[in-house]
């Protein structure tokens, strides 16, 4: 259970929370994204095709993120007149997160560290990929 108002969730510091979350919510850029994308938006209820529009990403990949994020409690989805529509998540802790992540994000230190963890989640290295 992540505290609402836990000292050191808004530094520079990458710690077990955000490490966790990082590892299990957004472990994707795209993922990174479309969290940003719903905490600027969070009255937003669209399809995956036109949030792929407002992101600038492919739709089919969008659409697998957003599924991706539904797994993980971030995103909501449902049906409406047969096409699926996302939402973000009504949870009070989930929201409390993203905007922690989101503000931790204006710091350049913190943006490296999560942009690293990211990368690093995906399987990717210096030594081997450059």
Known sequence: ???????????AEMNAVWKQFLRTKVNSFIKWDLVRFFHDNP????????????????????????DGLVKVDVLTRRNVEGVSVYRLSDDAEIRQLISNFVAACHNREFRVQAINHVIYGMGFSQSRNL
């Open 1 to 11: 259970m992540v505290q609402m108002q836990q000292p050191g969730l808004v530094n």
């Open 43 to 66: 009255h937003t209820v669209d399809t995956a095709e036109h949030i792929a529009q407002f992101v600038g990403r492919d739709a089919k990949t969008v659409q697998l993120e957003l």
